[in-house]
């Protein structure tokens, strides 16, 4: 059974530690393909200074350097809020015989039970998180008992984790900072090329925990 990686978000804009915590799981799952897909208006948090969608689906396939990635446009054309449950339906449809893996973050991955259907996430997919603080460890493990129990499948690793964000990112451009150490060397250039991210920033925005 092919095993496929599925690592969604806003990716606004994809940085190095998105790169890296997917391909460190893709290796410790084994995975045949990962599928990046950014949102098009995630439903769990405000994004005021969201970047075009064609801009960040572009700036995610600059990052796929390696053969076993690929990029959907799914959730951009299915326009309005994300669902990951939705995805997921709409990936088994189109790789029925496939083993999905859910990458995400700790602060995702414990919010979870209040998605859109999580019984449907927990049903379709292996569920995949690493810690983003130094207990976080300790709260996915305690709370992957809880969902293990409502017949998720759980895949917990305690993977470094590099801290940066997109918020980051977004502010080192709009200050006129180097960005070389966050984004990938293409998506730098793309993103001073393309003038993204000089608009300043709401602050309500600034504070809605974005990965």
């Known amino acids: 059974m092919q095993k496929i990686a599925v690592f969604g978000g806003t990716f606004n804009p994809i940085h190095n530690g998105h790169i890296h915590l997917v391909k460190q799981f893709a290796q410790r799952i084994g995975a045949e393909k990962v599928l990046l897909i950014p949102t098009y208006q995630p439903p769990h948090k405000r994004a005021l200074n969201l970047a075009p969608s064609k801009d960040r689906l572009q700036m995610c396939r ?45 602060d995702m991955f414990l919010t979870l039970k209040k998605w ?40 917990i690793q305690n993977i470094e984790y590099l801290p940066i964000s997109s918020t980051m990112v977004r502010d080192a451009v709009q200050n006129g900072k180097n960005i070389a150490g966050l984004v990938p060397p293409k998506i730098a250039d793309y993103i001073a090329k393309n003038k993204l991210y000089l608009e300043r920033e709401n602050e309500q925005n600034r504070l809605s925990g974005d990965y």
Do not use: H, W
């Not at 990635?69 to 449950?85: C, H, Q």
């Open 62 to 106: 600059l990052a796929c350097e390696e053969s076993i990635f690929e990029v959907s446009n799914m959730e951009l054309k299915r326009k309005g809020p994300s669902y990951t449950a939705d995805t997921l339906r709409e990936l088994k449809k189109i790789y029925p015989v496939s083993e999905l893996y859910l990458i995400m973050g700790e």
């Open 116 to 155: 859109y259907e999580p019984e449907t996430i927990f049903r379709l997919a292996v569920l995949c998180a690493a810690p983003r603080s130094s207990d976080g460890l300790q709260s996915l493990l305690d709370c992957a008992e809880n969902f293990e129990r409502n017949g998720a499948r759980i895949f």
